[in-house]
Nanobody, 119 residues
Framework: QVQLVESGGGLVQPGGSLRLSCVAS????????MGWYRQAPGKQRELVAA???????SYADSVKGRFTISRDNAKKMVYLQMNSLKPEDTAVYYC?????????????WGQGTQVTVSS
């Protein structure tokens, strides 16, 4: 059974940075792509960033140049480094295990971590 646990959220001022972490268990982590999503109040969950098993990355236009996704297969971890944060980045952030080596969403979700960007 796949389990994902996110951490690292919190309250940060506009322009600040946060690093989110997600640890996975229960599957062969290195062969799967991983994704980070976010969901703001009253909005649909949206894909923010994804990383393939071959370390190829992709980003939503709204976060390009500010967010960086990375992975550490030995630790079964995926990270989201978020810089130059804006109030519109406020949301619950979730990690998702992909369905294969290239990213496609699955039903494997963590519990989410709240990110609030406010002065």
């Amino acid at each position: 059974q796949v389990q994902l646990v996110e951490s690292g959220g919190g309250l940060v001022q506009p322009g600040g940075s946060l690093r989110l972490s997600c640890v996975a268990s229960g599957s062969i982590f290195r062969i799967y792509a991983m994704g980070w999503y976010r969901q703001a109040p009253g909005k649909q969950r949206e894909l923010v960033a994804a990383i393939t098993s071959g370390y190829r990355t992709s980003y939503a236009d709204s976060v390009k140049g500010r967010f960086t996704i990375s992975r550490d297969n030995a630790k079964k971890m995926v990270y989201l480094q978020m810089n130059s944060l804006k109030p519109e980045d406020t949301a619950v952030y979730y990690c998702n295990r992909g369905g294969g080596s290239d990213y496609s969403p699955t039903d494997y979700w963590g519990q989410g971590t709240q990110v609030t960007v406010s002065s």
